[in-house]
């Protein structure tokens, strides 16, 4: 049943519980019109032609510097990382997946995390251009990389650019110090303007930036002039997410301990539509629930993920899919 599966996407996304009625079907009518077509408006896997085999390919980079207090994320800390061994890892099983694949064209590239900027470059490129000797690679081909707005991964951003890197998205999380103290950042406001300026002399047009509403503490109001600043700021593209609080996390033992309160369920559907609305005013529009852009500067990567093409993850906190030719889910391999 669709509505079925809508309702369970969105709870898994932490939407569906904090929205009002009218905010629920607002949602679902977007979701159902985006996810649930006419067969004539189906993806290109759908079809039996060749764009059914293009694919795109997320590598999982674990390491951070610091663990986030709201990140359940598979990660690891750890100041001896051993980047020849993590790639060489990381080649080999993009290897496999790919021989294994019928994929025979990749139209983007993604490295996630924990924190693949702190990979190094070169890395990077060695990644890259093994994967274009075992499969030709789109003319428009996206590759982007998760960054942490950090001082000192600023001397990096043309390296990664001269790797292959041709997006980025910046984990900005939030523009106010008090926050990114309680999720234990390893940045401040000031350096995530800086990296975003910075990153606008190599990457302009192609910046993302990630942003976390319903903090703990956090007002409507409070939110609303953030948001003014968010805008003002905004390359071409935003990632809105409402804080989700995970299980066993620090800050959910804060929330249990009573330390810390978190908007109330109203509150957070007045963020959302607000932002919706501020968003779409600014001509910065949602084209996926979470994710909003200029026209024509929306992340092909989301949208293969959107639309159902087949992917190909790598690294340990990765997975893959694979559809036949009818759209049927054939299998989802676990990488480890």
Request: glycine letters at 6%; aromatic letters at 10%.
């Amino acid at each position: 049943d669709n509505r079925f599966i809508i309702n369970r996407f969105l709870s898994a996304m932490n939407i569906w519980p904090s929205c009002r009625a009218r905010t629920q079907k607002a949602v679902f009518k977007f979701v159902y019109n985006c996810s649930f077509r006419k067969s004539a408006e189906l993806p290109p896997r759908f079809s039996s032609d060749k764009a059914a085999e293009k694919g795109i390919i997320y590598v999982h980079w674990p390491y951070c510097s610091q663990l986030c207090t709201y990140c359940n994320f598979n990660k690891y800390v750890s100041r001896d990382v051993k980047h020849n061994d993590l790639v060489s890892c990381l080649i080999q099983e993009v290897t496999t997946r790919l021989r294994m694949s019928s994929i025979d064209e990749v139209t983007s590239v993604y490295f996630g995390g924990g924190t693949p900027s702190l990979a190094e470059p070169l890395a990077i490129e060695t990644i890259l251009a093994t994967i274009s000797k075992l499969v030709p690679t789109s003319p428009n081909i996206e590759v982007s990389l998760e960054v942490n707005p950090t001082s000192g991964q600023l001397h990096k951003l043309k390296h990664f650019k001269h790797a292959g890197i041709n997006r980025l998205s910046i984990g900005m999380q939030s523009l106010r110090n008090k926050d990114l103290k309680l999720f234990n950042r390893d940045h401040s406001t000031q350096e995530a303007l800086r990296t975003l300026e910075d990153a606008s002399s190599f990457f302009k047009g192609r910046i993302s930036i990630d942003m976390i509403f319903g903090r703990p503490g956090q007002s409507f109001l409070e939110w609303k002039q953030e948001l003014s600043e968010v805008i003002q700021i905004c390359d071409q593209h935003l990632s809105l997410y409402q804080l989700t609080v995970e299980l066993g996390t620090p800050l959910a033992k804060m929330i249990q301990k009573g330390e810390l309160c978190l908007p109330a369920s109203e509150e957070l559907a007045d963020m959302y539509e607000y932002s919706v609305e501020e968003l779409q005013q600014a001509e910065i529009l949602r084209y996926e629930v979470s994710n909003f852009s200029k026209m024509g500067a929306e992340c092909q990567h989301s949208l293969s993920y959107w639309t159902g093409r087949d992917y190909i993850g790598i690294g340990p906190g990765a997975h893959s899919r694979k559809c036949d030719s009818a759209g049927s889910e054939l299998r989802r391999i676990f990488a480890h």
